[in-house]
């Protein structure tokens, strides 16, 4: 079966400028999390939704980010105003039930620019 | 704030060596994951641990959970090309937000 998808696979931009990156998450899986990695380091936790609501989004760095689930389905993370430093990739996950023993599975990111 | 400190950061080796990588916090965790990541790819799973002192072996891989579930390691016997990539630890409080931690990348030469 298909796996996590996201798109684009790379986004180049501007400073300033306000980028949508998609998750297609596995089929029926209810928990969906977005991760940010920058060069070099580990994947840093974002925001975590269990069906539509965000059900922890503590780690989103300012309110120029926001991420919308509103079918219990497909996600998009949302960056206004876009920064040097918002730079990286950014990886979505999903998991069945989000609960338990849970195994988070990987999309391949998105690899963002900020020009 | 819970952080993962992996040591080394970077291993070069020659296949058929064999070599440990660790991870450690000062924080306890209620499970502990290893996952390996290629170029251009998400981070795969390859062992979750769950009990302290646990150990878990995947073929030539041994993961092994610190009784005090703060540490773990994980050890390859005879390394081969094809491990090499990104080692990442990553501890949980309920497998929802997971902690990831620095990462090591390993390059195993023929």
């Known amino acids: 079966g298909a796996g996590v998808s996201q798109t684009p696979s790379n986004k180049v931009t501007e400073k300033g400028k306000y980028v949508e990156l998609r998750c297609d998450p596995i089929?029926?899986?209810?928990?969906l999390y977005w991760y940010r990695q920058s060069l070099g380091q580990g994947p840093e936790f974002l925001i975590y939704f269990q069906g539509t609501g965000a059900a922890d989004d503590s780690g989103l760095p300012n309110d120029r980010f926001f991420a919308v689930r509103p079918e219990g389905s497909v996600s998009t993370l949302k960056i206004q105003r876009t920064e040097r430093g918002d730079s990286a990739v950014y990886l979505c996950?999903?998991?069945?039930?989000?609960?338990?023993?849970?195994?988070?599975?990987f999309g391949p990111g998105t690899r963002l620019t900020v020009l | 704030t819970q952080l993962l400190e992996q040591s080394p950061q970077f291993l070069s080796i020659q296949e058929g060596e064999n070599l440990t990588v660790y991870c450690n916090s000062s924080?306890?965790?209620?499970?502990l994951q290893w996952y390996r990541q290629e170029p251009g790819e998400g981070p795969v799973l390859l062992v979750t641990v769950v009990t302290g002192g646990e150990v878990k072996k995947l073929k030539r891989l041994t993961f092994q959970f610190g009784d005090a579930r703060k540490d773990s390691s994980l050890h390859i016997t005879a390394a081969q090309p094809g491990d090499t990539g990104l080692y990442l630890c990553a501890g949980g409080t309920g497998f929802q937000k997971l902690v990831f931690g620095t990462g090591t990348r390993l390059l195993v030469s023929p």
């Open positions: 996950a999903s998991s069945a039930s989000g609960t338990g023993s849970d195994t988070q599975y």
């Open positions: 924080s306890v965790f209620s499970s």
């Open positions: 089929s029926g899986h209810t928990a």
